[in-house]
């Protein structure tokens, strides 16, 4: 288990407490090109005591680094360095130190749809996302720079990703994904965001295409994909068409077999239970009491399927 030193769990709680509003995404861009989180080692140690005290996932092993140790990893991986380079090598000590073997068939990528695959995955009890193990818990929603002088990190301003090709915390989320990918066995699930106008669901470019895809073990017999379109909105990438067949083709040219389903109920009574109002579960609810005439329901101008050519 993950080693906690008493005399400091007080502080390091009550440093989680107050950002937990703020820790809702993850592999995350600064907007505004903000300096490193402040207060960022109390932070990182914080949700490492409270990751092992109410947070820990019964089905993931512990990790033997006590939370100081890992600090120092994943300190060292990019302090007194230029921001805009660090290789991905730097974090391997760290994420080594503080890798977890997630079950089979419990592994969940995502893109475009943070909130949504982690209620799906129910924090890590139905399925595991990076950011339900140790590795992504700790450096979720946190901003990290380095720079040449004292403290090590710079506190005012950090590049975006696209800025530098090895911006500090792109490198690490790519290393993350890469270990994570590694990890995984049985079959695994993607979830994709189908109703974006300004990306496709699949890039090849993307997290998912560049260093998870790449990096599945052989233990890998199914990529199951799970394409969610938001309601009211266009499926502007649906299955076995656009970027789906793409992602079809990255898949079985790697030896995994493939399947993909558009909005599966699990996941559509999920975006019900977050926005009952809107009309598809409106109708579903006059559906169920048998108070639907469908001879008087229009045909929807939303939820068609767009042309790609």
């Given at each position: 288990m993950v080693i906690v030193n008493p005399s400091l769990l007080t502080v390091g709680l009550i440093s989680v407490a107050l950002l937990h509003a703020n820790f809702v995404m993850s592999q995350y861009d600064p907007e505004g090109h903000k300096g490193t989180t402040g207060n960022i080692k109390q932070v990182f140690e914080g949700r490492c005591w409270d990751y092992d005290v109410t947070r820990y996932i019964p089905d993931l092993p512990r990790v033997t680094a006590s939370c100081e140790e890992l600090w120092k990893l994943f300190f060292k991986a990019f302090s007194y360095q230029p921001p805009c380079a660090v290789a991905l090598e730097n974090y391997q000590p760290y994420l080594r130190s503080a890798t977890q073997i997630v079950p089979r068939d419990k592994v969940l990528f995502w893109s475009g749809v943070f909130s949504l695959a982690h209620e799906y995955g129910n924090y890590g009890r139905r399925y595991v996302t990076l950011e339900d193990t140790l590795i992504g818990y700790l450096a979720n929603s946190i901003t990290w720079c380095g720079q040449s002088i004292d403290p090590g990190y710079n506190v005012t301003r950090c590049p975006a990703w696209d800025d530098c090709p090895l911006e500090a915390a792109e490198s690490f989320w790519a290393g993350a994904s890469m270990t994570f990918a590694q990890g995984a066995k049985g079959e695994v699930l993607l979830m994709l965001d189908g109703s974006n106008p300004d990306k496709a669901a699949y890039r090849r470019n993307s997290f998912f295409g560049k260093f998870e895809l790449p990096n599945l073990s052989?233990?890998?017999?199914?990529?199951?994909?799970?394409?969610?379109?938001?309601?009211?909105?266009?499926?502007?990438?649906?299955?076995?068409?656009?970027?789906?067949?793409?992602?079809?083709?990255?898949?079985?040219?790697?030896?995994?077999s493939?399947?993909?389903?558009?909005?599966?109920?699990?996941?559509?009574?999920?975006?019900?239970?977050?926005?009952?109002?809107?009309?598809?579960?409106?109708?579903?609810?006059?559906?169920?009491?048998?108070?639907?005439d469908p001879s008087k329901v229009d045909p929807p101008a939303f939820n068609k399927i767009q042309e790609f050519f």
């Amino acid at each position: 288990m993950v080693i906690v030193n008493p005399s400091l769990l007080t502080v390091g709680l009550i440093s989680v407490a107050l950002l937990h509003a703020n820790f809702v995404m993850s592999q995350y861009d600064p907007e505004g090109h903000k300096g490193t989180t402040g207060n960022i080692k109390q932070v990182f140690e914080g949700r490492c005591w409270d990751y092992d005290v109410t947070r820990y996932i019964p089905d993931l092993p512990r990790v033997t680094a006590s939370c100081e140790e890992l600090w120092k990893l994943f300190f060292k991986a990019f302090s007194y360095q230029p921001p805009c380079a660090v290789a991905l090598e730097n974090y391997q000590p760290y994420l080594r130190s503080a890798t977890q073997i997630v079950p089979r068939d419990k592994v969940l990528f995502w893109s475009g749809v943070f909130s949504l695959a982690h209620e799906y995955g129910n924090y890590g009890r139905r399925y595991v996302t990076l950011e339900d193990t140790l590795i992504g818990y700790l450096a979720n929603s946190i901003t990290w720079c380095g720079q040449s002088i004292d403290p090590g990190y710079n506190v005012t301003r950090c590049p975006a990703w696209d800025d530098c090709p090895l911006e500090a915390a792109e490198s690490f989320w790519a290393g993350a994904s890469m270990t994570f990918a590694q990890g995984a066995k049985g079959e695994v699930l993607l979830m994709l965001d189908g109703s974006n106008p300004d990306k496709a669901a699949y890039r090849r470019n993307s997290f998912f295409g560049k260093f998870e895809l790449p990096n599945l073990s052989k233990e890998v017999t199914k990529v199951s994909v799970i394409v969610s379109h938001a309601l009211d909105k266009p499926k502007i990438d649906v299955c076995g068409a656009g970027s789906l067949d793409l992602l079809e083709t990255d898949v079985t040219e790697r030896g995994f077999s493939y399947v993909c389903h558009d909005d599966p109920l699990a996941v559509l009574h999920l975006l019900c239970a977050d926005d009952p109002s809107s009309r598809e579960c409106k109708l579903a609810i006059k559906h169920i009491r048998g108070d639907l005439d469908p001879s008087k329901v229009d045909p929807p101008a939303f939820n068609k399927i767009q042309e790609f050519f």
